[in-house]
């Protein structure tokens, strides 16, 4: 069976950067066609090209989510679904999905996901007499995986949020109530945290794991760099092209705006209204 042709879309650059290392674990043979982080150029390329053999997806993308590729293209590849979100199982259950895989993505779970698919290709490309004769496994198992995943990824009751976090300064280590987190950022791979006296501390998280830890009542992912929680949000700012400028507090730098996408606007104007 000739090696895997795999196409990315994910719009974080040490999340494609980790995956792509996880695949070289799992499928050493596979080879990696694009990386897309839009909808509009994931739309793009698989107009213009053939269809790969295997799509591995997030679900939030640069200008929307990719769901919207796979509702508005004829998409015939398999996805797997690799996200920090839950809540959007059921559509991708729709979206040629055999797997759902939450992020922060382990290397069994990939492995076992691509297991599910070599096992279909195989059955798909059987001898015509056999695989007329044997029981649909195929199809089975691409309903039952899809809904294992599905099933796995529906609410359940939460856990406790993140209350906490242990923060250097010098040789010491200290509890930081995560209520004194301003805002995250991230930058070159390192994430760092402001704490609303103006402090600031780098953590050994990534921005998909803050999510998922800490109350989303409180904190939101305004971009790709940035989590703020809701007392740190002064007021937003109409900019060009529908996008917000968020005013902070403490202000991130004197160079650095934080702006939100028309696509995202108004998540965040309904999470500052509560």
């Known amino acids: 069976m000739s090696p895997l042709r795999i196409l990315i879309l994910e719009d974080e650059y040490p999340a494609a950067e980790r995956l792509q290392r996880l695949l070289t674990q799992a499928a ?3 080879q990696v ?3 897309l982080d839009t909808v509009a150029g994931a739309q793009a390329w698989l107009d213009t090209h053939p269809a790969p053999d295997l799509i591995l997806s997030d679900i939030q993308l640069a200008d929307g989510l990719s769901l919207d590729v796979f509702a508005q293209t ?3 590849s398999p996805v797997i679904f690799t996200t920090a979100y839950d809540q959007y199982a059921l559509q991708a259950f729709r979206a040629n999905s055999i797997d759902y895989l939450l992020k922060p ?3 069994t779970e990939l492995q076992a996901a691509l297991l599910k698919l070599k096992i279909m290709r195989q059955e798909f490309t059987a001898e ?3 695989a007329q004769n044997a029981p649909p496994t195929s199809e089975l198992l691409t309903h039952n995986f899809s809904l294992e995943r599905l099933l796995d990824a529906l609410p359940r009751p939460q856990r406790p949020h ?3 976090f242990l923060v250097r300064q010098g040789e010491t280590l200290l509890p930081l109530p995560a209520t004194e987190a301003a805002w995250f950022w991230s930058r070159h791979e390192t994430v760092t945290l402001a704490t609303h006296d103006g402090r600031r501390f780098v953590v050994d998280y990534t921005l998909e794991q803050l999510e998922t830890l800490l109350d989303p009542a409180l904190f939101f992912r305004l971009n790709r760099q940035l989590l703020a929680q809701l ?5 937003l700012v109409p900019h060009f092209g529908g996008k917000l400028l968020v005013e902070l507090s403490p202000t991130p730098s004197a160079a650095d705006e934080v702006l939100v996408s028309k696509e995202k606007a108004s998540a965040v104007k309904s999470w500052l209204e509560g």
């Open 28 to 30: 050493p043979t596979a």
């Open 33 to 35: 066609l694009a990386v």
């Open 74 to 76: 004829l998409v015939r």
């Open 105 to 107: 993505l382990k290397l």
């Open 128 to 130: 015509p007499d056999a």
């Open 162 to 164: 993140k209350t906490r």
């Open 231 to 235: 007392p740190a949000v002064r007021r």
